[in-house]
């Protein structure tokens, strides 16, 4: 189970990953991130929008990390407390994308935000 949740985790943060490329871009996707105040974003949000990228890569591999799929980094309980604090992040962004003032990110990346902070609660607990 907690393999599967990994794998789904993982599948969503690279579709997270293609969407903050399209916003870098240009694509004129802002609606649905960073508040959804922008059509197309501004420079300082595209640069969020590469460390967004990052991000999602860090946790994919604390991700991969936490279940035994990889294993590179000694500690197993630092990992532990990494991917706990990666879900906590994570459900943060629960609630920042469902109060967001822009609907089609309350109805599109709250939704989502929420599957990948269970999934985030589920591989912690592993």
Do not use: H, K
């Not at 789904?8 to 293609?18: G, I, K, P, T, W």
């Not at 706990?84 to 709250?110: D, H, K, Q």
Request: proline share 4%.
């Amino acid at each position: 189970m907690t393999t599967i949740a990994v794998y789904l985790f993982c599948a969503l943060l690279a579709a997270l990953a293609v969407f903050q490329i399209l916003l870098i871009a240009g694509a004129p996707l802002g609606r649905f991130a960073w508040g959804g105040q922008n059509r197309v974003l501004p420079a300082r949000l595209r640069w969020g929008s590469v460390v967004s990228i990052l991000l999602y890569a860090a946790f994919a591999f604390v991700a991969f990390e936490r279940v035994g799929l990889i294993d590179l980094i000694p500690s197993d309980g630092f990992i532990a407390v990494l991917m706990w604090v990666i879900a906590g992040y994570l459900l943060l962004g629960v609630v920042m994308n469902f109060v967001s003032r822009s609907r089609p990110e309350r109805y599109t990346m709250g939704p989502l935000a929420l599957v990948l902070g269970v999934l985030a609660v589920i591989i912690a607990a592993s």
